[in-house]
């Protein structure tokens, strides 16, 4: 193991101001694999993961001074990546946005495990399952992601109405489903 | 920090390879953005994941540093591009004499100067000193923008495989751009008569050169059309109005330049090529 850099991410973000590559690699060793996990999550594309990620911390390099110091630089850093994801699946169609519910079929009967599942598929679990795959993505891109309806737009290829409908509908849906679970 | 909640190992592996749903992702993402701790864990089992649709950290990361270690393109080579320019062609282009602050601010100058003559009561030396400056500034620029003498880096342009013409024509049209607007404000300030007209030799000198640099540095003949231009112009002003230069056979002598270096440089570039070659 190489020896642990202690200084903080916003003090990084100071240094690289500066022109230090040094420490713009401390702070992609630190967050690139959640950063591309996330992306990843969204886009069944390696290679568009990749560019993103990439992308992503050229813009960080080139804007570095640009965090104001407030809130979290990880949270910083997955607003200009999610960004980075629309602009780059803009003209891609043949990419899969927000994959679909995972498949059950290879976890195995391990006891932890089925703890996990009874959480995923308790009340929300399922109400959200049952939503369609076209109102989860939009679900997903502005509740959980934080984008704008015309970001979400541009990242589900869909026009700006559309998104704002289905977010009204899915959220009918889940009060919907949520009540009826309770009753 | 002791007492925070972590994400546990089952869940943190579970979302890394993509096996769990929706809110549970989301509920691991949220936690991830602000936990150093649970971050640094992502990255472990990201980088263990043997079968893993992650990208490869180490090749991205080398992708990143060679973007971000390239020089930026300058402004105007930057400008150049978002006119349609190649980036070669911007980068070449932009390296012209005539783009960089010294030449322009002599031309403006040179300008001003005749420009300021002409309006005081010395209105002939006016007029005589921006004839002879006007339609020299193109020739000036066309001379430098493919002179080793004037530009070191052109030695190793000279080596590269990119068509000298290409290069030449690239910068005279850089030169053109520049030095003409202001130039013709200035003739505004003269005459009419004069204003419009001193773009006849300019343009004649300016092709015959263009033809020139085919063969030779076209440092050379600039300097004699140079040459020449300043003692026709001082000797007619001496005998009368340096105006006539600019009507009569003068025309014609002008027109025959332009057409002939036209000829003369579409001819040569059919022979030698303006294309940049692939490789």
Same mark, same amino acid.
């Given at each position: +193991?190489?020896?642990?850099?202690?200084?903080?991410?916003?003090?990084?973000?100071?240094? +690289?101001?500066?022109?230090?590559?040094?420490?713009?690699?401390?702070?992609?060793?630190?967050?690139?694999?959640?950063?591309?996990?996330?992306?990843?999550? @969204?886009?069944?594309?390696?290679?568009? !993961?990749?560019?993103?990620?990439?992308?992503?911390?050229?813009?960080?390099?080139?804007?570095?001074?640009? %965090?104001?110091?407030?809130?979290?630089?990880?949270?910083?850093?997955?607003?200009?990546?999610?960004?980075? =994801?629309?602009?780059?699946?803009?003209?891609?169609?043949?990419?899969?946005?927000?994959?679909?519910?995972?498949?059950?079929?290879?976890?195995?009967?391990?006891?932890?495990?089925?703890?996990?599942?009874?959480?995923?598929?308790?009340?929300?679990?399922?109400?959200?399952?049952?939503? $369609?795959?076209?109102?989860?993505?939009?679900?997903?891109?502005?509740?959980?992601?934080?984008?704008?309806?015309?970001?979400?737009?541009?990242?589900?290829?869909?026009?700006?109405?559309?998104?704002?409908?289905?977010?009204?509908?899915?959220?009918?849906?889940?009060?919907?489903?949520? /009540?009826?679970?309770? $009753? | +920090?002791?007492?925070?909640?972590?994400?546990?190992?089952?869940?943190? #592996?579970?979302?890394?390879?993509?096996?769990?749903?929706?809110?549970?992702?989301?509920?691991?993402?949220?936690?991830?953005?602000?936990?150093?701790?649970?971050?640094?864990?992502?990255?472990?089992?990201?980088?263990?994941?043997?079968?893993?649709?992650?990208?490869?950290?180490?090749?991205?990361?080398?992708?990143?540093?060679?973007? #971000?270690?390239?020089?930026?393109? &300058?402004?105007?080579? @930057?400008?150049?591009?978002?006119?349609?320019?190649?980036?070669?062609?911007? +980068?070449?282009?932009?390296?012209?004499?005539? =783009?960089?602050?010294?030449?322009?601010?002599?031309?403006?100058?040179?300008?001003?100067?005749?420009?300021?003559? $002409?309006?005081?009561?010395? @209105?002939?030396?006016?007029?005589?000193?921006?004839?002879? #400056?006007?339609?020299?500034?193109?020739?000036?620029?066309?001379? !430098?923008?493919? &002179?080793?003498?004037?530009?070191? /880096?052109?030695?190793?342009?000279?080596?590269?495989?990119?068509?000298?013409?290409?290069?030449?024509?690239?910068?005279?049209?850089?030169?053109?751009?520049?030095?003409?607007? =202001?130039?013709?404000?200035?003739?505004? %300030?003269?005459?009419?008569?004069? &204003?419009?007209?001193?773009?006849?030799?300019?343009?004649? %000198?300016?092709?015959?050169?263009?033809?020139? $640099?085919?063969?030779?540095?076209?440092?050379?003949?600039?300097?004699?059309?140079?040459?020449?231009?300043?003692?026709? !112009?001082?000797?007619?002003?001496?005998?009368?109005?340096?105006?006539?230069?600019?009507?009569?056979?003068?025309?014609?002598?002008?027109?025959?330049?332009?057409?002939?270096?036209?000829?003369?440089?579409? =001819?040569?570039?059919?022979?030698?090529?303006?294309? @940049?070659?692939?490789?």
């Amino acid at each position: +193991m190489t020896v642990v850099d202690t200084r903080e991410d916003a003090e990084l973000l100071r240094v +690289m101001g500066a022109g230090d590559l040094s420490a713009m690699r401390v702070l992609y060793d630190r967050h690139a694999p959640w950063l591309a996990v996330r992306l990843a999550r @969204r886009c069944n594309d390696a290679e568009v !993961v990749a560019d993103v990620l990439q992308d992503t911390f050229v813009a960080v390099w080139k804007h570095s001074g640009a %965090f104001r110091g407030d809130g979290d630089v990880g949270a910083w850093l997955w607003g200009i990546a999610v960004r980075r =994801l629309v602009s780059r699946l803009r003209r891609r169609r043949d990419v899969v946005v927000f994959a679909d519910l995972p498949e059950r079929g290879p976890l195995g009967p391990d006891v932890e495990e089925q703890v996990l599942l009874d959480i995923e598929y308790g009340e929300l679990g399922p109400a959200v399952g049952r939503l $369609s795959p076209e109102m989860r993505a939009v679900l997903q891109a502005t509740v959980l992601d934080g984008l704008t309806t015309s970001e979400a737009a541009k990242l589900l290829h869909i026009p700006q109405n559309t998104v704002k409908t289905r977010l009204h509908r899915a959220k009918v849906r889940l009060r919907q489903s949520l /009540a009826e679970g309770r $009753s | +920090m002791t007492t925070r909640w972590h994400v546990d190992e089952a869940l943190l #592996v579970g979302w890394v390879e993509g096996r769990i749903g929706p809110v549970f992702a989301a509920s691991v993402e949220q936690h991830v953005v602000g936990c150093a701790l649970c971050r640094d864990r992502v990255g472990r089992a990201a980088v263990s994941d043997p079968g893993s649709d992650l990208p490869d950290f180490e090749r991205t990361w080398s992708a990143i540093r060679d973007a #971000v270690e390239v020089p930026r393109p &300058s402004r105007t080579e @930057r400008l150049l591009a978002a006119g349609g320019l190649s980036a070669p062609d911007a +980068m070449l282009a932009a390296g012209a004499p005539a =783009l960089r602050g010294a030449w322009l601010s002599v031309v403006a100058l040179v300008v001003l100067f005749a420009a300021a003559a $002409s309006l005081a009561d010395a @209105r002939a030396a006016g007029v005589t000193l921006f004839l002879i #400056v006007a339609p020299l500034i193109p020739v000036a620029g066309v001379a !430098v923008a493919y &002179s080793v003498e004037v530009d070191p /880096a052109l030695e190793q342009e000279a080596a590269t495989p990119y068509p000298k013409l290409r290069l030449v024509l690239l910068r005279t049209a850089a030169v053109l751009v520049v030095s003409l607007p =202001l130039v013709a404000a200035a003739g505004l %300030f003269l005459p009419t008569g004069v &204003s419009p007209r001193w773009l006849l030799p300019a343009a004649g %000198f300016t092709a015959v050169l263009l033809a020139a $640099s085919t063969w030779i540095d076209p440092a050379r003949p600039a300097i004699a059309v140079a040459l020449g231009w300043v003692i026709t !112009v001082a000797v007619t002003a001496d005998r009368g109005s340096p105006v006539e230069l600019l009507t009569g056979s003068g025309v014609i002598v002008y027109l025959v330049l332009l057409v002939g270096g036209l000829v003369a440089l579409v =001819l040569r570039i059919r022979h030698v090529g303006v294309r @940049r070659r692939l490789s």
